[in-house]
C-alpha cells in the first residue's frame, strides 16, 4: 500500500487511534522540516544575530568591576557570561513551546487549510503539536550553539554531571510550558485574537523578561516580582539547569521557595516544575479544545466567514 492509499484508509475512520496518530505527526513533521530547509539563509542570519547578540552582552559586562558582577552570581559560580549564555540559550529554547501552538494554530487558519483538517477525524492538536516540535529540536541545536559559542569564544565553564536530570528539567519545562502555549492558542478562537497577537504570550513574555532570571538572578528583585515570578515554570527550570550546567555552582537559596523547603534547591525545582505540569497542561488542553468546539458552533473556522 502507498503513502496517499494509507492516508486515505486512516482519513476514511470515523475516530483515530494513538497509533494510527504516530505516521500522521510524522508527516506534518516531515512538512516543517522542508519548510526550514527552503529558508537556509534564514538560518544563518539567526546564528549571526545570536553571536552578536551574546558580544553585546559582553561588551556590558566590561562595564562593571568583577566584585559586583560575581557576588550575585555566587550560587552559579560567580562567571557572568556563564550565567548569561545558559539563561540566553534556555529561553530561546523554551519559548518553542510557548509559541508553537498558537503559531500553528495561526498558520493553519491563514493557509485556508484548518478548515480542511477539521472535517477529518484528525485532532487539531495533532499539526500544531507536530510544528512545536520541530521547533524544539531547533531549539535544542540553539542551546548547543550557544554553548559551543560560550566555550569556544569566552572559555566559559560548563559541565554536565547528571544528563538525566538535565533531560528531565528540559521535558519538565517543556511539558508545563506547553500548558501556557495551548493557553494561549485558546485564545485565537474564544477571543478572536487571530493577529499573530494574543493576550496570554503577550503577559507572559512580559513577565518572563522581568523575574524569571534570564540576564539576572531573581533575588535582587522586590520580593513582590521574586514571587510573581514563582507563577512561572521558566523561573524553576532556569535556576535548576544552571546548577546543573554551571561549574562551581553551589547549593544556596535563590528563589523564594527555596528557604520555605527543607530540600535542595534542585529538588525543589524539579518538584515545583511537576506541579505546574500538572496543572497548566491539562488547563491549557481544556482551553484549546473548548476554543475549537467554540468554533464550530459558531462557524468562524474559515478565514472568509
Request: proline content about 4%.
Amino acid at each position: 500500500m502507498s503513502g496517499d492509499q494509507y492516508y486515505r484508509k486512516v482519513m476514511r475512520k470515523p475516530k483515530l487511534s494513538l497509533r494510527d496518530y504516530f505516521p500522521i505527526l510524522l508527516l506534518f513533521f516531515k512538512r516543517s522540516v522542508k519548510a526550514w530547509s527552503m529558508f537556509k539563509v534564514s538560518f544563518a542570519f539567526n546564528v549571526i544575530g545570536m553571536i552578536v547578540g551574546v558580544f553585546s552582552y559582553y561588551f556590558i559586562k566590561l562595564m562593571f568591576s568583577p566584585s559586583e558582577v560575581v557576588s550575585s552570581l555566587e550560587p552559579y559560580g560567580g562567571d557572568f557570561m556563564t550565567f548569561l549564555i545558559v539563561g540566553l540559550a534556555f529561553q530561546q529554547f523554551v519559548d518553542t513551546a510557548l509559541h508553537g501552538y498558537y503559531e500553528g494554530l495561526a498558520s493553519a487558519y491563514w493557509s485556508c487549510t484548518l478548515e480542511q483538517y477539521l472535517t477529518t477525524p484528525l485532532s487539531p492538536l495533532a499539526f500544531c503539536l507536530a510544528q512545536t516540535m520541530w521547533g524544539i529540536i531547533l531549539g535544542l541545536f540553539n542551546i548547543l550553539l550557544y554553548l559551543v559559542i560560550g566555550i569556544v569564544v569566552f572559555k566559559i565553564k560548563v559541565v554536565c554531571y547528571n544528563v538525566a536530570y538535565v533531560v528531565l528539567v528540559l521535558l519538565l519545562s517543556v511539558v508545563s510550558v506547553s500548558g501556557l502555549g495551548l493557553l494561549a492558542a485558546s485564545t485565537f478562537m474564544l477571543m478572536n485574537a487571530k493577529s499573530w497577537e494574543d493576550p496570554v504570550r503577550w503577559f507572559i513574555n512580559t513577565l518572563e523578561g522581568l523575574v524569571v532570571g534570564t540576564y539576572y538572578t531573581p533575588k535582587i528583585l522586590p520580593t513582590w516580582l521574586q514571587a510573581l515570578g514563582l507563577i512561572l515554570p521558566q523561573t524553576y527550570a532556569l535556576d535548576a539547569l544552571r546548577r546543573l550546567l554551571i561549574r562551581g555552582s553551589k547549593p544556596e537559596d535563590v528563589l523564594l521557595v527555596h528557604s520555605l523547603l527543607l530540600f535542595d534547591p534542585l529538588i525543589i525545582d524539579i518538584i515545583f516544575l511537576i506541579i505546574l505540569s500538572i496543572l497548566y497542561l491539562p488547563l491549557g488542553y481544556y482551553m484549546f479544545k473548548k476554543g475549537i468546539d467554540f468554533s464550530r458552533k459558531i462557524g468562524n473556522l474559515s478565514r472568509w466567514v
